[in-house]
């Protein structure tokens, strides 16, 4: 009787493209998907995607521990090759670093099984933008400017950042990789839709590749677009220069991350709606568009099927936002202040939540009669603060704490 | 070991006033406790020994919130203590013992019966301690601005609302002098005044230890806190804590306040600012000056002892300067970003020690055979790594690196030509 073949569905990026927003529905989602015969990996006790693309590459963050890592990439092959649902999909945008040896690496590990590559494509003006503020919140240092002159110049591609942007962001050279490790009408070219299309439309686009209804997903409920805005980012990257990578990448991470980015997103909340999103400088339109051009030409000419519209590639050029870096001292200054108070208040509630010592009380050793007095002292004292807190709101207090004070001293 | 007749014990409590160098003091002395024993002064403390500001709370029934436990019990604890020292002097040093009504002085003195109870007022002038007062409560999580707090504690009709009830409690001398003179005699409570600014530190040293009986010139030892000098803060820190104050909207309570940004934020922000100069507008130096010469004729009329001079007391002409908030925005912007950055990396190494960054060894429990590979392959990665990092310094390697990347384009391209 013949088998079905296991059908694998590697979404391998790219970076930028609205991966944490899939990987977020995913996740949450990992029943309905069971149910539509979709395995999704890293449930309880399951490896996670992060973690097993790392092990592939012998790729080990600093700080993550190398324990957390090691073993993983062979435990999601297996846990795959375990599983008794007839497609499995993998989703981490790291994979689309892979050298071809590596791609076929990681194809070989699922046996004969039916490989599919699902790579999702964006307007190269918005990834570039995107792609500045991750490196501005990875501890990166450069301004917009530096960067995109770097991106633009064919001469400074093999030199950071523009090395990390393309072997990211160059689809043409993606393609050829996974083109010669699965066959060109497995490897699946998604658009990302517009600013403004439908929501949802690029989670549709994706279940119609892997053979999931996106329309029977919910979204997670705490699904929060930390959006940094460009004073936010400015102010990083001002910080960054101030830290001088004295934090190792996890830590940074866990700081930055968890918790100066939702407080600058919360705070840039009242800033006018989208004025301080990030818009591309005139100077790059040009650049952008060339490049852009690059892109869709390599698509056609692989020959790789494409879902949704190639023209959603095409940069849109809007008057909207602001561009990097255009940003006043003050509003800087506002930006600072508020992040200053919002970590003071992560930091203090860490702290508080680690006292403990504090709470061996000497006092217990004190005789009762001693415990007795002070007891009193500490309600007299009470009474007094309360009575003092009244006279700052109440005219006839304070009349009377006014008498108080001068009797105080000529009993 | 002298004798130890009621005469010679004694005790001496420095009851500040506060923003006079106390917190130098206080350091100084606490760094130097096994030298002031060797001239038979008991300062307690230490790691075994009673926490003076406990004892003190206590004595007032003070809780501060968050640390309510540790307070009960701790004033009998000291005298206890006290009573049981060797040493013919002993000396307690806290300013808020200034605050003390009579009844609570009388407390106080009471705690010693077996010591002749002596008295220390260390006295700044008023001007400089109107501005440090200010800076203070910057530091204590109030929002006032400079200018705000200046004339309301210039306004005789709001002196018994905060904040000038909370500045004149502590500042009017004459009033904390009646409090004492109500519990010790008169001739036991001594005045030291605090020399003018460019003196030398050490003459307050001193002048103290002209009353108490220590040579200033013993305690060599330096204070390791990070804090321990107190010192003066710049507009911009002053500024941009104030501004920080108003959004934190007392959110934390006095312990976490304290915590996080007495004893790090500020003391790293002041570690990088220059204070300048600052001072008092000429307006604000008259009016000032009225109230400090009333302070000094009081002091003189009673007939206390005084160590130093009391024209040091009364802020002069040359006092006038910037205001202590007046900071440009670069300045304050310079002032918060290494805030954050300093309170960033705090943060980031308080999440580190915890266990939230150990290594999770459940997860790599199952690798049956996985891990050798595994290895080889973190290798290559790391190797690779250190290449593209050599790539970005040196010229060689970045074209070498250059040449591999045309390469790989141009097979990409002639095989895309091909198909």
Same mark, same amino acid.
């Given at each position: 009787m013949p088998v079905t073949k296991r059908r694998v569905v590697l979404h391998i990026g790219l970076h930028k493209t609205g991966t944490t927003y899939i990987q977020g529905v995913l996740r949450a989602n990992r029943e309905r998907l069971a149910s539509s015969g979709v395995l999704y990996p890293g449930g309880k006790g399951q490896p996670s995607h992060t973690f097993a693309v790392y092990d592939l590459f012998g790729r080990r963050p600093r700080g993550t521990g190398d324990d957390r890592i090691t073993g993983q990439w062979e435990s999601m092959t297996r846990l795959i090759a375990e599983s008794d649902l007839p497609t499995a999909m993998l989703s981490e945008e790291a994979t689309s670093l892979a050298s071809a040896a590596q791609a076929k690496k990681a194809a070989r590990s699922f046996g004969d099984a039916d490989m599919q590559v699902v790579v999702t494509v964006r307007d190269l003006g918005r990834v570039a933008l995107s792609a500045w503020q991750e490196d501005v919140k990875t501890d990166e240092l450069w301004t917009w400017r530096e960067y995109a002159?770097?991106?633009?110049?064919?001469?400074?591609?093999?030199?950071?950042?523009?090395?990390?942007?393309?072997?990211?962001?160059?689809?043409?050279?993606?393609?050829?990789?996974?083109?010669?490790?699965?066959?060109?009408?497995?490897?699946?070219?998604?658009?990302?839709?517009?600013?403004?299309?439908?929501?949802?439309?690029?989670?549709?686009?994706?279940?119609?590749?892997?053979?999931?209804?996106?329309?029977?997903?919910?979204?997670?409920?705490?699904?929060?677009?930390?959006?940094?805005?460009?004073?936010?980012?400015?102010?990083?990257?001002?910080?960054?220069?101030?830290?001088?990578?004295?934090?190792?990448?996890?830590?940074?991470?866990?700081?930055?991350?968890?918790?100066?980015?939702?407080?600058?997103?919360?705070?840039?909340?009242?800033?006018?709606?989208?004025?301080?999103?990030?818009?591309?400088?005139?100077?790059?339109?040009?650049?952008?568009?060339?490049?852009?051009?690059?892109?869709?030409?390599?698509?056609?000419?692989?020959?790789?099927?494409?879902?949704?519209?190639?023209?959603?590639?095409?940069?849109?050029?809007?008057?909207?936002?602001?561009?990097?870096?255009?940003?006043?001292?003050?509003?800087?200054?506002?930006?600072?202040?508020?992040?200053?108070?919002?970590?003071?208040?992560?930091?203090?509630?860490?702290?508080?939540?680690?006292?403990?010592?504090?709470?061996?009380?000497?006092?217990?050793?004190?005789?009762?009669?001693?415990?007795?007095?002070?007891?009193?002292?500490?309600?007299?004292?009470?009474?007094?603060?309360?009575?003092?807190?009244?006279?700052?709101?109440?005219?006839?207090?304070?009349k009377a704490l006014g008498a108080y004070l001068r009797r105080r001293n000529r009993h | 070991m002298p004798d130890m007749d009621a005469g010679s014990r004694r005790i001496f409590l420095h009851v500040g006033l506060y923003k006079t160098g106390t917190t130098f003091l206080q350091n100084l002395w606490r760094a130097n406790r096994g030298r002031l024993a060797q001239q038979g002064v008991y300062y307690p403390g230490g790691r075994d020994g009673p926490v003076q500001i406990f004892a003190v709370s206590d004595l007032?029934?003070?809780?501060?919130?968050?640390?309510?436990?540790?307070?009960?019990?701790?004033?009998?604890?000291?005298?206890?203590?006290?009573?049981?020292?060797?040493?013919?002097?002993?000396?307690?040093?806290?300013?808020?013992?200034?605050?003390a009504t009579v009844g609570e002085a009388r407390r106080a003195a009471a705690g010693f019966t077996d010591r002749e109870v002596h008295v220390v007022v260390t006295v700044r002038d008023l001007g400089r301690a109107l501005v440090s007062s200010w800076q203070e409560s910057v530091k204590s999580d109030e929002t006032w601005t400079w200018q705000d707090f200046v004339d309301r504690v210039r306004d005789p009709a709001v002196r018994?609302?905060?904040?000038?009830?909370?500045?004149?409690?502590?500042?009017?001398?004459?009033?904390?002098?009646?409090?004492?003179? =109500?519990?010790?005699?008169?001739?036991?409570?001594?005045?030291?005044?605090?020399?003018?600014?460019?003196?030398?530190?050490?003459?307050?040293?001193?002048? #103290?230890?002209?009353?108490?009986?220590?040579?200033?010139?013993?305690?060599?030892?330096?204070?390791?806190?990070?804090?321990?000098?107190?010192?003066?803060?710049? =507009?911009?820190?002053?500024?941009?804590?104030?501004?920080?104050?108003?959004?934190?909207?007392?959110?934390?309570?006095?312990?976490?306040?304290h915590r996080i940004v007495k004893r790090i934020l500020a003391p790293r922000l002041a570690q990088h600012g220059n204070p300048g100069r600052v001072g008092l507008s000429p307006d604000d130096r008259a009016w000032v000056a009225v109230e400090a010469r009333r302070i000094v004729d009081d002091l003189t009329a009673g007939g206390y002892q005084v160590v130093g001079d009391v024209s040091d007391l009364i802020p002069a002409e040359s006092q006038t300067g910037p205001r202590p908030?007046?900071?440009?925005? %670069?300045?304050?912007?310079?002032?918060?970003?290494?805030?954050?950055?300093?309170?960033?990396?705090?943060?980031?190494?308080?999440?580190? %020690?915890?266990?939230?960054?150990?290594?999770?060894?459940?997860?790599?429990? %199952?690798?049956?055979?996985?891990?050798?590979?595994?290895?080889?392959?973190?290798?290559?990665?790391?190797?690779?790594?250190?290449?593209?990092?050599?790539?970005?310094?040196?010229? #060689?390697?970045?074209?070498?690196?250059?040449?591999?990347?045309?390469?790989?384009?141009?097979?990409?391209?002639? =095989?895309?030509?091909?198909?």
């Open positions: 002159d770097a991106l633009a110049d064919d001469a400074a591609r093999a030199k950071a950042p523009a090395r990390g942007f393309w072997l990211r962001q160059d689809v043409p050279a993606i393609l050829d990789v996974w083109t010669r490790v699965v066959p060109a009408d497995h490897v699946h070219v998604v658009t990302v839709p517009p600013v403004g299309s439908e929501p949802g439309e690029l989670l549709r686009r994706v279940g119609s590749v892997v053979g999931f209804d996106a329309g029977a997903l919910v979204e997670p409920e705490s699904w929060d677009n930390v959006s940094v805005g460009a004073t936010g980012t400015e102010l990083l990257r001002q910080m960054n220069q101030r830290l001088h990578r004295q934090l190792n990448q996890r830590q940074y991470h866990d700081v930055v991350e968890s918790d100066l980015a939702p407080i600058l997103a919360a705070a840039g909340v009242s800033t006018a709606a989208g004025a301080d999103r990030l818009r591309l400088p005139e100077a790059d339109h040009a650049w952008v568009t060339r490049e852009a051009d690059r892109m869709i030409e390599g698509i056609q000419a692989c020959g790789v099927p494409v879902v949704g519209d190639l023209a959603d590639l095409r940069p849109r050029f809007d008057d909207s936002g602001r561009p990097p870096g255009e940003v006043t001292d003050d509003e800087l200054l506002d930006a600072a202040i508020d992040a200053l108070a919002g970590l003071t208040e992560r930091f203090a509630r860490a702290k508080w939540r680690r006292r403990g010592r504090d709470s061996d009380a000497i006092g217990d050793a004190a005789p009762t009669g001693a415990r007795v007095g002070s007891a009193t002292r500490s309600a007299w004292f009470r009474g007094k603060r309360a009575a003092v807190n009244l006279a700052d709101r109440n005219p006839v207090a304070e | 007032f029934g003070r809780r501060p919130r968050g640390g309510e436990d540790r307070i009960e019990g701790r004033w009998d604890e000291l005298t206890e203590a006290v009573g049981a020292s060797p040493h013919p002097v002993t000396l307690i040093s806290d300013e808020s013992l200034s605050l018994n609302q905060f904040p000038a009830r909370s500045f004149w409690i502590r500042q009017d001398l004459t009033a904390v002098l009646e409090s004492w003179q =109500a519990a010790v005699p008169r001739e036991r409570i001594h005045v030291v005044t605090v020399p003018p600014p460019g003196a030398p530190k050490d003459l307050l040293v001193e002048r #103290v230890g002209e009353v108490v009986g220590y040579d200033a010139a013993n305690l060599t030892e330096t204070p390791t806190s990070e804090s321990w000098d107190n010192r003066a803060m710049a =507009a911009a820190d002053a500024e941009v804590l104030r501004r920080f104050n108003q959004i934190l909207d007392h959110r934390l309570n006095e312990r976490q306040y908030d007046a900071a440009t925005t %670069d300045e304050k912007l310079d002032a918060a970003l290494h805030g954050l950055a300093e309170l960033a990396e705090e943060y980031a190494t308080l999440w580190w %020690d915890g266990s939230g960054a150990r290594p999770d060894s459940s997860r790599s429990a %199952d690798r049956r055979g996985g891990g050798w590979r595994s290895r080889i392959r973190a290798t290559r990665f790391r190797t690779k790594r250190g290449l593209l990092s050599l790539a970005d310094r040196s010229r #060689v390697a970045a074209g070498a690196l250059n040449g591999y990347v045309r390469l790989r384009e141009a097979r990409r391209r002639r =095989a895309a030509s091909r198909s």
